[in-house]
């Protein structure tokens, strides 16, 4: 475990700007404003290899840059706190234990990208948060560090707090901006991307809390040093949300490179009592599925890649060998199939279709064409869904396909391994 980013969480008074000075709070953005340009921000921000903390690892200063050359009177800075994705709460752990250090993080963003207007988008759930948020707000226009004229310089840039209502799709950068804009949260079509067309249409900048978090860290200890932490295609820090069946749950800040093993048998102290490891689902419902067999796995975006899977949003759920493979896919389908928008025919349909097909195999009616025709709808919704919601769906489903191939051809047999779909050992016999 490391301490770069979450340092200051639970160390200080979340909203004493005293202590979040006193501990080095705003070293960064005073550096930032009073003694670099806003294409040096992006330069050092670049020199980081900062990647996207929110699920799709974007290289964070290519996407400021975007915004930057865009020019227009109105850009906006969006600070993306939906925190959607099941088994992810690190996001919160930041946002009620350091708020400035996001928002300077933001502050910074909109230097660097000439921005004036800022939202934080935050989870409906997260009530308390969203209480702290508007606080610390509140603070920084008294204290100078947001509104007119920051710190007396010729930059001017406030912020406002919108919350969600509990769509997991809002999370989703176009279907968030338009419910910013009042709209049902329903992606849009894309090109045009944000940063070229976004919030009311103008240049818009969307930043995961943990990505925009790491902003102050790298202006004030500086880009080289940021550089130790992690790995050469991986620089710095992530936070993991583990849940399941391991002894020490919570969320953890690793230095990227770490293996899932010692986040499994080291950091949360291995499985609890009794439990046998099954496997390990990276990156929330909409992740990977990893066999034990696949433990050693480094958490590293190019490692991940050469497995054809991502990182996500860092949750870590390890599940026991009293779970069914089909029965769990069966669930996460059906958040799925509630949380889709409805705009595009392979994610409106191929949800409810898996879950049919999924249903026939813990009935005792599944075929072992049903496990080809899981594979052909996984893969049209994988390539032909409008967004990430329907694009990631069934990755759960194909990677369980591919590792876990013989529990669902047992299922055809009328055999549930664990014992714990509807299906239960032993209820029928092979025919
Ligand atoms: C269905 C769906 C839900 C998402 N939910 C979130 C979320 O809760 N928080 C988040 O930061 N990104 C979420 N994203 C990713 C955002 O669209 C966007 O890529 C991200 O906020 C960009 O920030 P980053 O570049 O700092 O990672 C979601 C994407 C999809 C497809
Ligand atoms: S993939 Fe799903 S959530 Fe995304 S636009 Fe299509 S229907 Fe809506």
Redesign the pocket.
Known sequence: MVNLLSKLCGKISPLSIKEYKESGGFEGLEKAIFKMSPKEVIDEVKNSNLR???????P?AL?WNFVAMENSEDKFVIC??????PG?FK?KVLLDGCPFQVIEGMIIAAYAVGANKGYIYI?GEYPKSKEILISGVKILQEEGYLGNKILGKDFSFDIEIRSGAGA??C???T??IESIEGNPGR?RFKPPYPPNKGLWGKPTL???????ANIPVILSIGSEEYKKYGTESSTGTKLLSVSGRVVNKGVYEIEFGTTLKEVVYDICEGMEEGKKIKFVQLGGS?GACLPESLLDTKLDFDELRKLEIGLG?GAVLVVDDSICVVDFVKNATKFFDHESCGKCTPCREGNKHIIKILDNLTNGEGTERDLKLLNEIAMVMKQASL???G??APTALLTTLKYFEDEYKNHIKYNCPAGTCSLKEGVAINV
């Not at 996207?52 to 974007?58: D, H, L, V």
């Not at 993306?80 to 994705?85: I, K, P, Q, S, W």
């Not at 969307?206 to 925009?212: F, H, K, Q, W």
């Open positions: 996207g903390r929110g699920g799709a690892a974007f964070t996407k993306n706190a939906d925190e959607g994705e992810t996001d989870r997991y799709v999370g989703e950068e279907a968030l992606s969307v930043n995961n809390v943990e990505t925009l909409s949003s967004c990430g919601l694009q990631a």
